[in-house]
């Protein structure tokens, strides 16, 4: 069985669809969040991951924000610009589904949110210390996020009873040990200075956790991007993977 495993989409179609046909064919998609904000795309990657096998989706905080759920006030004005213009652009049909998202969900023997286990739609994991807390918020083997942008593995050390960061190197397949958080990276708006569309597959018979990369055409985005006068911040950010 193959799942694909794909959060912070941010409205980059483009980006999705080489994930997909990267991917090849997979059993099950999950995705963790954050299907908008940011890109020039947000109705037609709703609609794109809609269509995806056995999808299970979970609510990101730029979703929550976008449907007015969640103050932007803590956004940067180039973020809150782009909540604004994602509100005034997404179907209702599709703000609808939104709204329908969970927070948090449990599969496989995988808990799954978008920030973290203790917070799940909120809190950032970005280092050791905030991830060996989050161990004690869920209670399966593994865990699945996104939200950093930045793909990553923290395995717990059963004997120092304190996380490890892995950064998986591009194209390896990890065999993985419980207990663990993996997160996929981004597809739509890496941040680890790699350009190229970030996101796993997840083979739980086998526990393997394939990390992988796939260039897109990011000019494209851009120039979409340019058409609907978004931030230039996040214009440029696409082509340096940051
Ligand atoms: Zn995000």
Redesign the pocket.
Known sequence: MRILIIS?I?ANLTALEAVIADAGEVDAAWCLG?LV?YGPDPNECIQRVRQLPNLLCLI???DAAVLGQIEIDSFNPEARQAVVWTQQNLASANADYLRNLPERALLNSVTLVHGSPRQPVWEYLLDTRTATQNFAHFETPFCFV??S?LPVIYQLNAGRRSADLIIPETGHQITMAPRAIFNPG?VG?PRDRDPRASYAIFEPEEHIWDYRRVPYDVTSVQDRMQAHDLPARHIHRLSGGW
């Open positions: 912070d941010h954050d904000g990101g905080n730029h996104g939200h942008h981004s708006q």
